[in-house]
């Protein structure tokens, strides 16, 4: 039988089918909950085939295996190196541009994380094509929606290279769940190695620990802001997010003055969240502030001014001192 590999007839166009990269972000022991999402947005480029999941690392074998756990996955090629330490985007780059070679994917899809926008661009350049940032749709299998101007304007791009090499706005993609029920994908050995990078080193890095849940995954987000005043005072947002199992966030000015560190801070220039639920408290609505939670389901604001931008956006208001409503509502919460 003749056979085109890759290839059916449609009418009178050759069309490819389509088979996705997705590179997926874990610690070695854990999974990004970006990658859950980036793996659904793979499962919905139209005329896509495969998704294969890329996981590098080091001692990675047990990300691989849950990996290959999830919905969609019809691959896993790992690629288990020492080289790889730290996840420096100068090492995990050219391993993620051999996979490419090696395979010839039409897509390649990063989760819209410090580590997906670190690599993404490098494996984009190394492969001369145009990368797409922080997509939140793709109408076909060329073309992808995006935000622009702080989340004010959306533009949609049709991407001419071969191969279209983008993030995904975890917020925009539900996260996929594990296939109880079917058998695991095939994990394999990429046959690609990583080489020591001879321009970066990995020197050490700290974490910041923390028993709540991260503020990109939350179902409740507190955010606090200048009007908090001080860092101590930020103890009454974690009382209240305590109550609803939620986390803690910021704005730059808070994180700016201190208050808190910059891991929390909400926004164009920090995180970008959409929970169930977004409590503004003391933050003015700043529009590069909106840009990372304007997507939440229902925003709350305490302020005690009552002409502050975030009451345009809030679906609920309390225009008063966060210092007396604030451990008010928390107490009410606690009943
Ligand atoms: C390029 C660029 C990128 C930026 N990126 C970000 C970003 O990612 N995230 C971000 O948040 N900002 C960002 N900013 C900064 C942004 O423009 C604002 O300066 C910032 O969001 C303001 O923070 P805020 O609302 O906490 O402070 P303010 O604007 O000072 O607002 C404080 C609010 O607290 C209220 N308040 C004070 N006391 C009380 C009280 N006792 N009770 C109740 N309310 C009270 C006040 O009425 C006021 O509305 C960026 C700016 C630039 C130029």
């Not at 594990?178 to 321009?199: I, L, R």
């Not at 000015?253 to 503004?280: H, S």
């Not at 005690?304 to 009451?311: G, L, T, V, Y």
């Amino acid at each position: 039988m003749f056979r085109l590999n890759n290839l059916i007839r449609t009418g009178t166009n050759l069309t490819r089918f389509k088979h996705t990269l997705v590179v997926v972000e874990h610690d070695n022991q854990k999974l990004s909950q970006v990658t859950l999402n980036t793996i659904t947005a793979a499962t919905k480029i139209p005329k896509n085939e495969t998704v294969t999941c890329a996981v590098a690392g080091t001692g990675c074998g047990k990300v691989a295996e849950e990996v290959s756990r999830l919905a969609g996955v019809n691959k896993v090629l790992v690629v288990d190196d020492a080289n790889l330490t730290g996840f420096l985007p100068e090492a995990v780059a050219p391993v993620i541009v051999d996979l490419q070679k090696k395979n010839n994917f039409t897509h390649i899809a990063f989760g819209s994380s410090a580590l997906g926008k670190n690599v993404m661009p490098r494996v984009a350049a190394l492969l001369d094509a145009q990368p797409v940032s922080d997509i939140i749709g793709i109408p076909d299998e060329n073309t992808f929606v995006r935000t622009i101007y702080a989340g004010n304007a959306i533009q949609t791009v049709r991407v001419k290279d071969p191969v279209k090499i983008f993030t995904v706005r975890g917020t925009a993609f539900e996260a996929v769940k594990p296939n109880s029920a079917a058998t695991p994908a095939e994990v394999a050995p990429a046959g690609v190695n990583a080489t020591k990078s001879e321009k970066a080193t990995f020197v050490n890095q700290q974490i910041a620990k923390s028993d709540r849940p991260s503020l990109t995954a939350a179902k409740v987000v507190v955010s606090g802001g200048r009007g908090l005043q001080n860092g101590e005072n930020f103890k009454i947002l974690y009382d209240l997010a305590d109550t609803m199992n939620g986390a803690v966030g910021a704005s730059r000015a808070a994180v700016d003055a201190g208050y808190v560190p910059n891991d929390l801070q909400i926004g164009q220039t920090g995180k970008i969240v959409a929970p169930e639920l977004y409590i503004a408290v003391g933050v003015s609505g700043a529009i590069q502030h909106l840009a990372g939670m304007k997507d939440s389901k229902t925003i709350a604001a305490i302020n005690k001014d009552p002409d502050a931008p975030i009451f345009q956006v809030a679906d609920l208001g309390l225009v008063g001192d966060l210092f007396k409503e604030v451990p008010e509502m928390t107490k009410l919460l606690k009943k």
